[in-house]
């Protein structure tokens, strides 16, 4: 079962307090910017193996998801180490 909070009233972290058991690492928050200049805990690996974020309007989730699947991708082929950021905002602008 995948959970689908559409509302906004809360966070998505308010949202599925309890759904969770207290074994599952949840992030501290998802959104905002994070230290690399990237979405916090967004379309990236969390804490927990398995739990991915997917914030944001259609049109964002529907572009930021093919992203999300190839990270997936990578990780079960043995590309990207479990919890490993492919690129971050900070890697790109320092080119």
Do not use: C
Request: proline content about 7%; glycine content about 10%; cysteine-free.
């Amino acid at each position: 079962m995948i959970p689908h909070y559409s509302t906004g009233n809360k966070s998505i972290l308010e949202s599925l307090a309890g759904f969770f058991p207290p074994s599952v690492r949840l992030p501290n928050r998802v959104g905002g910017m994070a230290d690399d200049g990237d979405l916090a805990a967004a379309f990236r690996p969390t804490p927990q193996q398995g739990l991915w974020f997917t914030p944001g309007g259609f049109s964002v989730t529907r572009f930021l998801s093919k992203h999300l699947a190839l990270q997936i991708l990578a990780q079960e082929v043995g590309l990207k180490r479990s919890g490993a950021v492919i690129s971050t905002y900070s890697e790109r602008t320092k080119l």
